[in-house]
């Protein structure tokens, strides 16, 4: 039977169930079939869901890398299961992994690329390769309830002009956030009606938001940009949807033993789980910096019993549900056991941040810690509470771990 790829995009299809309906309704018509994320936005959804070893969620590769991968290992038809928030933002999806995945060199008619979006029920027939038409049609009549939806000739959304480049967002909404990279770098204008922004950037700087509003403080945690090519997403919460169980066994790291611990800090949770999926040292005490990335890390963490200390400002950009004026108290909900929300005046979570990475772990991002984690984390959480001096204005603790 034909071997199939498939593609899971974004928490929205893996909380509504409807990924775990396309696996068994495929995997029950014979094919045989390999499912893999695509970006990290969807991990803990998988998680919470108990499909990790359904999913492939171990590498944190681009829904374009992962198109690369499978062709790679010769899967060469793949269907790409998404839930946008509209028809118009779908369809832009399917349109940039495609062009990303043009990029990279690789040739998209060696691919058969069927996209099923929940959202509307509607299935975008991308690509198809001579000789699977057949393999098409099983998959219209499995997937009878979707409308076949012809897509839009690809256009290109990125151009140059005057040195400086313009790369057009698609299938905005007034009021969302525009994340590059897991980095908020700015707000959609309530005033913007064609559902449209466009991001201007020189010498790999942003500079601009045409129809939007850049967040100028978040743009120092990112590195030299390249329009062309980035990630970019639009969203007034990560996460749209809840998911209807929580199942926490079998989660990275479970039964396996290792010998060093370690803590490391975070400016953003594009790292995180790289970080908690190393197989030589366990994450024991992560430290972040910024209300939003405290928040995302606080929920993933928890998760993984791994203890954090938060250093927040409280100029939460409301990405996370529940997270909306960024009171101290709103983040209850978000810390493992044994953590600690430190509260700092406002703009100098950074600066914080900064004399923390500088001298407790050295400049780098990670250090090892020696002798007992209960031990080195009380250390850690005094020094963070020292450096931050006359800036400090609360702290928040949650309940403490379980004695083991």
């Keep these: 039977m034909t071997r199939l790829g498939l593609l899971v995009h974004g928490p929205e299809a893996v909380d509504e169930g409807e990924v775990e309906r396309a696996v068994e309704t495929l995997k029950g018509h014979g094919f045989e079939l390999e499912a893999a994320l695509g970006g990290i936005t969807g991990k803990t959804?998988?998680?919470?869901?108990?499909?990790?070893?359904?999913?492939?969620?171990?590498?944190?590769?681009?829904?374009?890398e992962v198109l690369g991968d499978f062709l790679s290992r010769g899967i060469d038809f793949v269907i790409l299961v998404n839930?946008?928030?509209t028809e118009e933002s779908g369809l832009r999806l399917g349109e940039g992994i495609l062009g990303n995945f043009a990029r990279t060199g690789r040739r998209p008619e060696a691919l058969s690329f069927v996209q099923l979006e929940y959202c509307n029920q509607r299935c975008i027939r991308w690509l198809l390769k001579p000789g699977d038409m057949d393999v098409y049609r099983e998959l219209r009549e499995l997937f009878s309830a979707?409308?076949?939806?012809?897509?839009?000739?690809?256009e290109s959304h990125y151009r140059r002009s005057a040195g400086l480049e313009y790369r057009e967002i698609?299938?905005?909404?007034?009021?969302?956030?525009?994340?590059?990279?897991?980095?908020i770098i700015g707000t959609v204008s309530p005033e913007c009606r064609n559902s449209c922004v466009t991001l201007i950037a020189k010498e790999g700087k942003l500079v601009g938001l045409e129809g939007g509003v850049l967040i100028e403080h978040n743009l120092a945690k990112l590195p030299p940009v390249d329009l062309e090519k980035e990630l970019i997403k639009s969203a007034c919460v990560i996460r749209r949807t809840a998911p209807k169980r929580v199942e926490y066994e079998g989660t990275f790291g479970k039964g396996k033993e290792k010998r060093k611990k370690k803590a490391c800090i975070l400016y953003t949770v594009e790292k995180l789980f790289p970080k908690l999926e190393e197989?030589?040292?366990?994450?024991?005490?992560v430290v972040t910096v910024g209300d939003d990335t405290t928040s995302i890390a606080g929920d993933i963490l928890k998760r993984f019993g791994v203890r954090l200390i938060g250093?927040?400002?409280g100029d939460a950009d409301g990405l996370i549900m529940g997270i909306e004026r960024g009171d101290l108290e709103e983040y209850t909900n978000f810390l493992p056991k044994g953590s600690m929300i430190i509260r700092l005046q406002p703009e100098t979570d950074d600066m914080i941040g900064e004399r923390v990475k500088a001298a407790i772990f050295n400049g780098r991002d990670e250090l090892e810690l020696s002798g007992e984690v209960d031990q080195q984390f009380e250390m850690i959480k005094r020094r963070i509470l020292e450096l931050a001096g006359e800036k400090l204005v609360g702290v928040l603790c949650s309940e403490p771990r379980d004695t083991e």
């Design 311 to 313: 250093l927040t400002d």
């Design 146 to 154: 979707f409308t076949e939806l012809v897509p839009p000739k690809p």
């Design 45 to 64: 959804a998988v998680i919470d869901a108990g499909l990790q070893h359904e999913i492939d969620i171990t590498r944190d590769l681009r829904p374009s």
């Design 170 to 183: 698609q299938g905005v909404q007034p009021g969302e956030k525009i994340v590059l990279d897991g980095v």
């Design 279 to 285: 197989p030589d040292a366990a994450v024991a005490i």
């Design 83 to 85: 839930h946008a928030k």
